[in-house]
């Protein structure tokens, strides 16, 4: 990458010479490597390459330097150069601060010193950060602009799907000079947005998921009408079984209706997942795996959704929404859950202008100084609280129960307890919603005298009821009662096969009512709602699906 540069800061000068020399041996012909010896020296040589126009691709900076820190330094970096990898250099002592560090400025890696030698301990880490700079959209092409309203429910889904999506953009407000200058230019008015400006130029006026998908360049169509497996549903499971099926030689489609990552993709920290000690951000995670399924040559299509099954032979055929159809020797119902709306009188008008389901960490900054409510009791509400909490004044958890026991995992809740700023609320309910353009006020109900109040605030996140949306497989494969795929043994009623299963087997511990259609993560009747099973059930559908192509 011509003109990109790795910048290191180390107060030590001999660590600093040492760190600089060794990044420049493996990098020096590839990257500009500047060497700084202070936060605020380092901070000046970023101003003066953004001021070049020029890139920076990986910031190491080490933890114990006098002035700044290494974390003050990194915080203050990420405003110049946010799409920096940024990577601290700690002592063993100082761990704790680096862990901390991963919350605070979002740290891609820490590094104890001394990393020798560096072939095992620096370059490996250094290698996957530039993999993954390099494949940022925005570090090879210019950047994506969206012009909207603050309070427009199409422009927050407009902004939605490309934060979810991973794809850099740039805000601008409708009525701000900025957002008007490129209007003007594109020859459009405050009556046509969210306008969304490609990076060739192009200027799409209230675009669909569609439009915005094939403009900033994801696969909407698929390559070829016969796969080998064909995946539903791009959450870990989804992705976790391309990944399997892609490496092992399977020609692999994965279909994703809206962004890859499904619910894990909105986790502002998973802090529970195998090999993560110090916890992995939604995003982070999704952009790893999706990566390593496109490495291994899966083939994504975004925006794109399943509404039919249908046996074919001996494969089955996948129905799009709009009308077209791939088939598929093997199928992975990997399609997860959503969230239930919250049913109150005033909040379906409010959605997305106030209210809005899941983390929807794009509007983190702007709930700054104000207070959030939250309404649910589990881990994924808990997370959101701890995430907000960094921006809000004060963050409200909503529960229907007495505490957050039942239903939250003991470290969030401690993590809770050591933020001032949220606060429980037990057996509350949200009984209403009220604003004009935007939400207002909400309307509390207290479980226990059955008072209302009404609270003022722009701000609800509902994480509520998780349900599978499977109505589209009609009895195509059998479900459970709630919607969920029955699969394995659960299919057996009193040791007799489902009705219409014609192979001379009982049916392959994942595999559905449908022979060769297998179902993984929290879609599947049974599961537990974790991103590690998720991943796990993913593997272990292609190994079952194996089996199921050999003894055809
Ligand atoms: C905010 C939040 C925080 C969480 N934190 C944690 C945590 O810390 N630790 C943990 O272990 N778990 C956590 N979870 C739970 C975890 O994310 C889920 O258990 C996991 O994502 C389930 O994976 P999945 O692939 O089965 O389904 P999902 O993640 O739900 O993905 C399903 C995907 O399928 C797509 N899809 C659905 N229908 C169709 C269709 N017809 N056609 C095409 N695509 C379709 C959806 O758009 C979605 O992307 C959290 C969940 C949330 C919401």
Known sequence: MQNAAILTVDDDPSVSRAVARDVRRRYGDRYRVIRAESGPSALDALH???????????????????????????????????????VLLTAYADTDAAISAINIVDLDHYLLKPWNPPEEKLYPVLDALLEAWLATPAVTMPETKVVGHRWSAHSFTVRDFLARNLVPYRWLRADEAEGVRLLTAAGMSEADVPVVITTDGKALARPTEADLAAHVGMATTPASDLYDLAVIGAGPAGLGAAVYGASEGLRT?????????????????????????????????????????LKFNTELLTTREVVGLQRSGSATLLHFGDGTAVTAHTVVLATGVSYRLLDAPGLADLTGRGVFYGAAATEAPSCAGEEVYIVGGANSAGQAAVYFSRYARKVHILIRGEDLTRSMSQYLIDQIEAIPSIEVHPRTQVVGGEGRDHLERLILCDGRTGLTTAVPTSWLFVFIGAEPRTDWLGDV????????????????????????????????????????????????????????????????????????????
């Open 48 to 86: 003066e390459i953004k001021l070049r126009g020029e890139q920076v691709a990986v910031i190491l900076a080490d933890y114990r330097m006098p002035q700044m820190n290494g974390i003050e330094f990194l915080e203050a970096a990420m405003d110049v150069f946010p799409l920096a990898r940024r």
């Open 253 to 293: 489609l994965l279909v994703e209706q809206r962004a890859t990552g499904g619910q894990a993709g909105q986790s502002s920290r998973i802090e529970n997942y195998l090999g993560f000690p110090d916890g992995v951000s939604g995003a982070q995670l999704t952009d790893r795996a999706r990566r390593q399924a």
């Open 477 to 552: 494969v059998a479900r459970d009662g709630s919607g969920y795929v029955l699969t394995g043994s659960d299919l057996l009623a009193d040791g007799r096969r489902p009705a219409g299963w014609t192979p001379s087997r009982d049916p392959y511990h994942l595999e559905s009512s449908m022979p060769g259609v297998f179902a993984a993560g929290d879609v599947r009747a049974g599961s537990v709602k974790r991103v590690a099973s998720a991943v796990g059930e993913g593997a272990m559908a292609v190994s079952l699906v194996h089996r199921y192509l050999e003894a055809r």
